[in-house]
């Protein structure tokens, strides 16, 4: 009898340890799961930080939308006012001020963002050119073409402090004010007074010329510098918020005491129509007059003239940042929208930089010289390249933005190499 009881209670330890065993490897298979999908999940906000760190192109002007169409409805017959007047007071004008979004047609949105990207690309290359002459030989003489500290490095650090500034830390600020102004003031404004395909060119005519030394200085010296600065914009940028908030400052946005947004964008899109509409107009007129003569003027007013449709086609371009590669996604970490504008500016402006070597002609020099500042300079970007890197860095994948530097500017300088160096060096152009 001992022993059949013996035998009973063995049967019912083994079962209970079975089923035991079975709700630990059910648990642990669950949290191994959930570990899985948060992994998963803190990869897919990270991949979104880093896209909102640089550009998106008109996603940004969708998403918005989107959050828009996606909150809540709710009808004000049903509001009753039980906390006092001021609470029934802010529901109507919170509801007002989303049926007034709502009105905007995304097509004048879109085409306001458009003029907002090449006014402020416009004003992008002047800033350029003035920092060019300032830093230059002819005054303060910091920068040259004859080593690594190149013409455009001054622009480029600037560019990437500001960015720091406008498109990381006020960001969220401005765009309270108006999408369309934080996309012209980053993408458009910041991103044509910075040049990669410049930064990249300058250290192709060293390494074309042996100075191999001042080309690898002038990269890495270069990306520590712009990526200082954007690190120094931020830290100053965050600095001065917290000290408006201690002050008690509130940073007010005019969009949200516009009731008609509207008539607030009309107004706005018809102000950029004047402006692009005087700009290009007066450097149309000043290129007709002096096209003739050469030299760094006709170049100037061509690259304002032209400088727009490389704003726009870097736009359009930013839509792949985030995406990935294929069906899956794959890759989506790496921004392939801009890594895609600053290879294919770099390759033109190489393509360009061996045409003057070739046809020595004044005309030929002011065509080329003045696409290589204005179109392809706006094609190409280091304040939001950099500013891709910077996220990256701070993410937990640190590694990831070291790779994309590394993939941006050993593409460029491989084919620049191949489509301007190698026939300088074939062909024994001067």
Excluded at 113 to 138: M, N
Excluded at 168 to 187: H, P, R, W, Y
Excluded at 247 to 265: M, Q
Excluded at 271 to 297: D, H, S, Y
Aim: charged residues 15%.
């Amino acid at each position: 009898m001992d022993h059949q009881n013996q035998e009973l209670e063995s049967k019912s330890r083994s079962s209970s340890f079975r089923r035991l065993s079975g709700v630990g490897s059910s648990r642990r298979h669950s949290f191994g799961l959930l570990s899985a999908q948060n992994d998963e999940d803190d990869d897919v906000i990270e991949n979104e930080s880093v896209s909102e760190a640089g550009d998106i192109g008109d996603r940004a002007l969708n998403s918005s939308r989107a959050s828009i169409s996606g909150r809540s409805h709710f009808s004000l017959d049903n509001v009753v006012p039980i906390r006092g007047d001021d609470s029934f007071h802010a529901v109507i004008e919170s509801q007002a001020e989303k049926n007034d979004e709502k009105e905007v047609p995304w097509l004048l949105e879109y085409v306001t963002c458009l003029l907002s990207l090449a006014v402020f690309g416009i004003l992008g290359v002047l800033a350029r050119y003035c920092l060019q002459k300032l830093f230059g030989p002819g005054v303060i003489g910091a920068t040259s073409d004859q080593n690594y500290m190149y013409l455009d490095l001054p622009s480029n650090m600037v560019g990437s402090f500001l960015m720091g500034w406008l498109g990381v830390v006020f960001k969220g600020d401005i765009s309270k004010v108006s999408n369309q102004l934080a996309i012209g003031l980053t993408t458009g404004f910041l991103g044509s007074l910075t040049t990669f395909s410049g930064w990249n060119q300058k250290m192709l005519d060293l390494s074309a010329e042996g100075e191999w030394t001042f080309a690898v200085l002038g990269i890495f010296i270069g990306f520590f510098l712009v990526a200082f600065s954007i690190i120094f914009g931020i830290e100053t940028a965050k600095g001065f918020k917290g000290l408006l908030v201690r002050l008690n400052t509130r940073i007010n946005t005019p969009g949200a005491c516009v009731s008609d947004k509207f008539h607030y964008l009309v107004c706005f899109t018809l102000t950029l129509v004047i402006m692009l509409g005087l700009l290009w107009g007066i450097f149309g007129i000043f290129e007709v007059k002096e096209f003739r003569n050469g030299g760094a003027k006709p170049q100037l007013f061509l690259a304002c003239l032209v400088g727009p449709f490389g704003v726009w086609i870097r736009f359009f371009l930013a839509r792949l940042n985030g995406r990935g590669l294929g069906k899956n996604g794959a890759l989506k970490w790496m921004p392939f929208g801009t890594l895609a504008a600053n290879v294919l500016a770099a390759c033109v402006m190489a393509a360009l930089a061996t045409l003057k070597k070739a046809v020595r002609t004044t005309n030929c020099e002011t065509v080329a010289s003045g696409v290589q500042f204005g179109l392809l300079g706006c094609l190409s970007t280091v304040s939001t390249f950099i500013a891709e890197f910077n996220a990256m860095r701070e993410s937990k994948n640190t590694w990831r933005g070291y790779a994309y530097a590394a993939t941006t500017f050993f593409i460029s300088f491989i084919l620049g190499t191949l489509i301007y160096s190698v026939p300088v060096w074939a062909r024994g152009y001067d």
